[in-house]
């Protein structure tokens, strides 16, 4: 069983970066994948990216490769998300969820542990 917190969300302007936190709860064990994704009002859930519980095997959306940085200590069992120049289109909730294995990484519905999901705005 994993139990998954995020923080780090907030108000940025265009350009800034901010650093979102999911940290595991310290009875969950085993290897998971994580994976952070995010929803706007009126959208759709979508992928942001993920990584793989070694850390050798990242995914990226094509609209944030090179902008976010997906990392993870576990030691801490706490996974980041970096994001630097950031965009107004990517305001969203950004949720962070684990599975023990998946086959897609990018693919919601193969998370079975979601976090309650924290708030970025990115104002103009």
């Known amino acids: 069983q994993v139990q998954l917190v995020e923080s780090g969300g907030g108000l940025v302007q265009a350009g800034g970066s901010l650093r979102l936190s999911c940290a595991a709860s310290?009875?969950?064990?085993?290897?998971?994948?994580t994976g952070w994704f995010r929803q706007a009002p009126g959208k759709e859930r979508e992928s942001v990216a993920a990584?793989?519980?070694?850390?050798?095997?990242?995914y990226y959306a094509d609209s944030v490769k090179g902008r976010f940085t997906i990392s993870r200590d576990n030691a801490k069992k706490t996974v980041y998300l970096q994001m630097n120049s950031l965009k107004p289109e990517d305001t969203a909730v950004y949720y962070c969820?684990?599975?023990?294995?998946?086959?897609?990484?990018?693919?919601?519905?193969?998370?079975?542990?979601w976090g309650q999901g924290t708030q970025v705005t990115v104002s103009s």
């Open positions: 990584i793989s519980w070694s850390g050798g095997a990242t």
């Open positions: 969820a684990a599975a023990y294995s998946v086959q897609r990484m990018s693919v919601p519905t193969e998370y079975t542990h």
């Open positions: 310290e009875r969950s064990s085993g290897s998971y994948v």
